[in-house]
């Protein structure tokens, strides 16, 4: 079982995997930017789970919601407008939008579906399913009318599947096999399945829960790095998956921390491939995976 600290050690060990990639993909700049802003998060991290207990005071709680996630909106600002003064502009209305949106989003969603309006856990589990998979979509499709951009070009193409297939044979498995270990840890045991029902109750639980997932995947992976590139240029992928890990404080420590190098991960994939197909094969994969190899330990 990993403790707080060997858990940030690794997550940093494999951020400077990554930026080496990075450095010789999109340069020194971007590398060094994208260290820094991962170090944030973990930073964010330590905070959460060992000094203050965020996880349990920002819960209904949209000003707290708003204070965690101005962190990567501030980041992304300051790189926007220092990206503007390069090319000797100035920020655009829409550009201001996006950041606006990238800050109170992750935010909005956490207090509406911390919402339990009905009484029921399987109603409740879905309402909260609900209000992600429409704020996640909604959002993007909105700003996209706005900015004139298309919602195709947030990700949404196939140029993955003819191109680059192999890696979704990759992905699969690997996922599935850390997963399976992870799934032996009793925070994890003691976290998942979020539905404690069963039967066609448990398969409609599930078949939700796995739409969170691609619509998850369509809003970080695909509308804050692609109508983001344009704002901040490459380092949309660090700040997108700055605002990704935050989102996952009251998770397991493990998961917490290791989901700022899966935002970078597939951050960067999906810029390369201009698809979020691997994001959604790997989330569902981990999402589905996490529950069933719970559900069989137990």
């Not at 926007?80 to 990238?102: K, M, P, Q, S, V």
């Not at 609900?130 to 004139?148: D, N």
């Not at 493990?254 to 691997?278: F, H, K, M, N």
Request: charged share 10%.
């Amino acid at each position: 079982m990993l403790v707080a600290w060997q858990a940030i050690a690794v997550a940093g060990a494999a951020s400077v995997l990554v930026s080496l990639w990075v450095r010789r993909e999109h340069g020194d700049r971007a590398a060094v930017i994208m260290l820094a802003l991962a170090a944030a998060a973990l930073a964010c991290m330590w905070l959460a789970y060992e000094v203050l207990p965020v996880e349990q005071w920002r819960k209904e709680s949209l000003p707290v919601g708003l204070a965690i996630f101005a962190l990567p909106a501030l980041a992304g600002t300051a790189l926007a407008a220092a990206r503007a003064h390069a090319d000797g502009t100035r920020l655009r209305g829409t550009d201001a939008l996006y950041l606006a949106l990238l800050w109170t989003t992750p935010a909005v969603l956490l207090y509406v579906s911390q919402r339990r309006p009905f009484g029921s856990e399987l109603a409740d589990l879905l309402w909260w399913a609900a209000c992600s998979v429409a704020i996640y979509i909604l959002v993007p499709v909105v700003y996209a009318r706005i900015a004139g951009q298309s919602v195709r070009g947030y990700g949404l193409s196939a140029r993955f599947v003819r191109s680059e297939a192999t890696l979704v044979m990759l992905i699969a498995p690997v996922a599935l096999a850390i997963v399976w270990l992870a799934s032996a840890d009793q925070r994890f045991l003691d976290t998942y399945p979020f539905y404690g029902g069963d039967g066609w109750s448990l398969v409609l639980f599930e078949a939700a829960y796995g739409a969170t997932f691609v619509a998850l995947e369509f809003f970080f992976r695909g509308f804050l790095v692609f109508a983001g590139q344009p704002v901040m240029g490459v380092h949309a992928v660090p700040v997108m998956a700055f605002a990704y890990c935050l989102l996952h404080l009251g998770k397991p420590m493990p998961e917490a921390v290791s989901s700022l190098i899966g935002g970078l991960i597939l951050g960067y994939l999906a810029l390369r491939l201009r698809s979020i197909l691997a994001g959604v094969v790997a989330h569902l994969t981990i999402a589905w995976g996490m529950d069933a190899f719970v559900l069989s330990r137990s």
